[in-house]
Every structure is written in structure tokens, then in C-alpha cells.
């Protein structure tokens, strides 16, 4: 089978199932689940596959909502990932349910030309994206060792085909005092919500020099319990950002200082602690993004042009680290959201709307016209699996 003739047979397999997968988008979508407990979501993006015969492996990497299903014997086993996790309160507001079902799309397109392009397709099923970075999980417990390279999509309002994100690093900040009677005995206590504030106010000041690219954010999550009592704990939680993981490193040293200073000048306890596993830069692969790029072309879209994507970051994601250990790609499909950004209330409308049903057919018809090119390209073939083989022998 030549490359045009599997190209075609995989576009053609994806349109002729999209009908299903816009169902699957809705299903999701309609039900949203948050990270590690989405069970409803991880059951509906397995079904597909497993109808068509794909081997589940359920609770993989021993995550309850993370599954893997396997199709096929080749030499070359290319990841597909699927997330399904939403954001509290808003829903699929970053569009997973999207990611899913053309991850679905695409797997079940590829098993139809697996044996003939000497492919093993497997179907990863990502929980925990939005927060506790379940593909760093997966890593770690083997999940990926046989992968060679690994590919998935993601909404947005715009096309990009060789998509940034920021390292990310998520931590929870705890204050211990003393509680007192705010008017009776206020001197013997130390307030827990005084050692917020000053850390607060020095990271509003540290603002003014981070680096480009650097950015903090953070919530009060407990600021004391009754405004009579002195009090006694407080928290909070921060996200740190960077360009990459030796600017988060930086950036983490001196938010330490901050944290540090709330503690010193209210004569608090403190404690910092990582509530998730780091999220590292992404690294498109430079051969998988051109030819994905070329894929939104041909089917009418206008990918941003290279000499600006660089500069629009997508917030941050774990399929980062699975790309500084393999080939792989996260491109960005548009979804007409009407000027709305991610994690906003009208992008999780969009996510069920026509645009994003265009999105879910039309990305795994590019996914999948990728991998058959990569296949089907001795050069590139014999490169990923060439990586795989020294990483799986370091």
C-alpha cells in the first residue's frame, strides 16, 4: 500500500465513523469529571476501541481513570493520548472532550492499515491533565517504555501546528501560629493569615522582575475560620510558570524566598510542599510538526504562521515531559469559540458546538495521515525508532 492509497484509507475510516465520535465528544462533554476521578469518561473512550478489538489494559500504570488499549504487532508503536479530565465548576472549558474522541478517531484509523504499515497503535488514556499530571505518572510506571513516538491535539481558538507550553510547577503553602481572642488576647497569638499576606505582598514585588516568560498565580485556600479568632493555620496554593525547566528552577528558588518571608515576619511555621508532578516545556517535534502543519492546510485551515507560534504559549500540559523523552507533537485545532480564551464558561460551550464536531473529524483525520507519513518514511521511521531504542537502553 503506498502512502497516498493508506492516507486516504485512514481519512476515509475517520469520516466514516465521525458520526460515533462526535457522539463520544457530547457523551464527555455532557458529563464532565474532574482529574483522577473521571470513570464515566475513561469508560466511554474505550468503548470504540474495544468493539474493534484493541487489547484494554484497564488501570494502567496503577491509575484507577488511566487505561491503554493496543492494536496490532508492528514494529513501530506510536502513542495516541487521550484526556478526559474538566476544570471544576466550568466544565470541559478546556475542551477534552475534543481531545478524546479524535484520539479515538485516530487510533481507530490506524488499526485498519496497522499490519500493512508494520504498526502497533496504542490508544493512552491520560487522566489528571488539568492538575496532577497523570502522563508524568504513566512515565514513570512504564506505560510509555515501548513507545516510540507519541502524538494527540488540542482545541484553542487558533491553528498551530508546533505548539509551546510553559514548565509548570504546582505547590501548597502552609502557615502554622497560634489561635487567640482577637480582642481579648490578640498578643498571644500568631496569625497564620498575617504570614499569607506578607508572602503575597513580596510576590506582587517580585513580579516586577521576573524574567520573560516567568509568571505566578495563586489562591487563599484557607485564610482562618472565624474573623474573632486569631488564626492559627492559613494556606494557600501557587502555579509557577516558566519559558523552560531551568527558568522554573529559577523562578521556584525565589518564590521560596517569598514564601520564607511570610514565616519570618509573623513568626510563623511554614511549610511548601508540590501537590502534582512538574510539567515541562513542550518539544514539537520539528519532522511531525511540519507534516502536521502541511495536514491543516490541505484540509482549509490556516495554521499560524512559524515565525509566531513560538510566542503563543498554551498555558502548560504533562504531554511536555512525554515529548522531552520522545518524539512527539501536540498541535492546536481552532474551535470557533467567539473571541473566548480557554478555561472561560464560553469555550466550554464551543466545545460541543459545530466547530468543535469540525475539530474532533478533522483532527484525527491529520493525526492519523501523520503517523501513516511517518511510517511510510524510511528516513523518519528509522529515526524514532532509533531514540526509542537508546532510551529504552539508558
Not at 169 to 180: D, F, H, I, L, Q
Not at 190 to 214: E, K
Not at 287 to 299: D, G
Request: glycine content about 10%; charged content about 20%.
Amino acid at each position: 500500500m503506498s502512502t497516498a492509497t493508506a492516507s486516504r484509507s485512514v481519512e476515509d475510516a475517520v469520516r466514516r465513523r465521525s458520526g460515533d465520535l462526535i457522539e463520544l465528544s457530547h457523551s464527555i462533554h455532557a458529563e464532565p469529571e474532574l482529574a483522577f476521578a473521571e470513570h464515566r469518561s475513561s469508560a466511554k473512550t474505550q468503548a470504540l476501541v474495544a468493539e474493534y478489538g484493541f487489547e484494554i489494559t484497564a488501570a494502567a500504570g496503577g491509575l484507577d481513570t488511566a487505561f491503554r488499549a493496543s492494536y496490532g504487532s508492528g514494529s513501530l508503536v506510536i502513542g495516541i493520548c487521550a484526556e478526559y479530565d474538566a476544570l471544576p465548576e466550568i466544565g470541559h472549558a478546556c475542551g477534552h472532550n475534543i481531545i478524546a474522541s479524535s484520539a479515538v478517531g485516530t487510533a481507530l484509523a490506524l488499526a485498519e492499515v496497522a499490519d500493512l504499515l508494520d504498526l502497533t497503535v496504542v490508544l493512552v488514556g491520560t487522566p489528571a491533565e488539568e492538575t496532577g499530571g497523570g502522563k508524568v505518572l504513566l512515565l514513570d510506571a512504564g506505560v510509555f517504555d515501548d513507545i516510540a513516538a507519541s502524538v494527540m491535539l488540542h482545541p484553542g481558538p487558533v491553528d498551530i501546528a508546533a505548539a509551546r507550553s510553559l514548565a509548570l510547577t504546582e505547590v501548597a503553602v502552609s502557615y502554622t501560629g497560634r489561635e487567640s481572642h482577637a480582642a481579648v488576647a490578640p498578643y498571644l497569638g500568631v496569625n497564620a493569615a498575617d504570614a499569607v499576606t506578607v508572602a503575597q505582598v513580596a510576590i506582587g514585588l517580585l513580579r516586577q522582575q521576573l524574567a520573560p516568560g516567568q509568571m505566578v498565580h495563586g489562591i487563599v485556600t484557607n485564610g482562618g475560620q472565624a474573623a474573632n479568632i486569631i488564626p492559627g493555620h492559613a494556606e494557600m496554593r501557587y502555579t509557577m510558570r516558566a519559558v523552560d525547566m531551568a527558568g522554573l528552577h529559577e523562578l521556584e528558588n525565589r518564590m521560596a524566598g517569598c514564601f520564607a518571608a511570610g514565616a519570618l515576619a509573623t513568626g510563623c511555621e511554614h511549610e511548601v510542599s508540590e501537590t502534582a508532578p512538574a510539567y515541562a516545556e513542550l518539544r514539537p517535534d520539528a519532522w511531525l510538526s511540519e507534516t502536521v502543519r502541511a495536514e491543516m492546510v490541505r484540509l482549509g485551515r490556516e495554521p499560524l504562521p512559524e515565525s509566531v507560534e513560538a510566542s503563543v504559549p498554551l498555558g502548560s500540559t504533562d504531554m511536555g515531559n512525554v515529548t522531552h523523552l520522545m518524539p512527539g507533537i501536540h498541535p492546536v485545532i481552532g474551535v470557533d469559540s467567539g473571541g473566548a480564551s480557554l478555561h472561560q464558561p464560553a469555550f466550554a460551550a464551543a466545545a460541543a458546538g459545530p466547530s468543535a464536531d469540525k475539530a474532533v473529524v478533522e483532527g484525527a483525520i491529520m493525526l492519523a495521515r501523520t503517523v501513516v507519513q511517518l511510517a511510510e518514511t524510511p528516513a523518519e521511521r528509522d529515526r524514532v525508532l532509533a531514540a526509542q531504542s537508546r532510551r529504552v537502553a539508558s
